[in-house]
């Protein structure tokens, strides 16, 4: 029998680390953890229990929601915009917890503040204006603004004039990729291209039966023929 105790610190870390990478995990990560802490440690493994970490599945679960709280009221951004407003609109809310993994909004660099990364974007902006911008110089401010840039999206939700005049290079393709994989470390092009292919057979099957029918159509209409079944 595990004490009580040494439970609850086990999920405390288990829980911190998780959040540092994110704030919502999937069931699958859950379980992953889980799965992993008792084949790392057999004695954690519950006796009389066919997988033996379903109930550390559960309780690291349970241990992570109340750590979200404790984020949110520590003013943890990812954490805060994916959290229902508690006035405004009845109903109104920024976006369900459960998005949150598009709802993605870490913490700003460690040394930077509001300040420092806006004077960065305004330094952004101005070489916008250049006709040969310096684009690596655009690359590490991009990353470096990422935080600012993810909480005004989220939280002020600006419509996309406001956007393309703030953040100009977000619309270069390269950094239309590039932020795409900032927020969920998939590359935009492989992902579509990657979707395409699954959709190669049923595009084929579909010309091929146009083509069909437009063969039938040109049979009847020219030379009066019944078109061949």
Not at 177 to 198: K, N, W, Y
Request: proline share 6%.
């Amino acid at each position: 029998m595990i004490p009580k105790s040494l439970k609850t610190d086990i999920l405390d870390t288990l829980a911190d680390r998780m959040s540092k990478i994110s704030a919502y995990p999937e069931r699958q990560h859950y379980e992953n953890v889980a799965k992993a802490l008792v084949e790392k440690h057999p004695c954690l493994r519950e006796p009389g229990s066919e997988k033996g970490w379903y109930s550390w599945f559960h309780s690291l679960k349970f241990k992570l929601g109340n750590y979200r709280q404790k984020l949110s009221a520590a003013g943890c951004p990812e954490v805060v915009v994916n959290k229902r407003k508690a006035g405004g609109s009845k109903g109104k809310c920024v976006k369900k917890s459960k998005k949150g993994e598009v709802n993605y909004c870490p913490d700003p660099p460690e040394g930077q503040s509001s300040e420092n990364m806006e004077e960065k974007r305004k330094i952004m902006e101005g070489e916008m204006l250049k006709r040969d911008p310096d684009h690596q110089l655009l690359e590490d401010l991009m990353v470096t603004t990422f935080s600012q840039r993810r909480k005004e999206i989220i939280g002020d939700q600006p419509h996309i004039t406001e956007l393309i005049s703030r953040w100009p290079a977000l619309f270069y393709e390269k950094q239309i990729r590039a932020e795409f994989r900032r927020i969920i470390t998939t590359d935009l092009l492989e992902s579509f291209l990657d979707g395409l292919d699954g959709l190669i057979p049923r595009l084929l099957g579909g010309i091929q039966s146009s083509n069909q029918v437009w063969k039938e159509a040109v049979t009847q209409r020219h030379f009066g023929l019944p078109c061949e079944r």
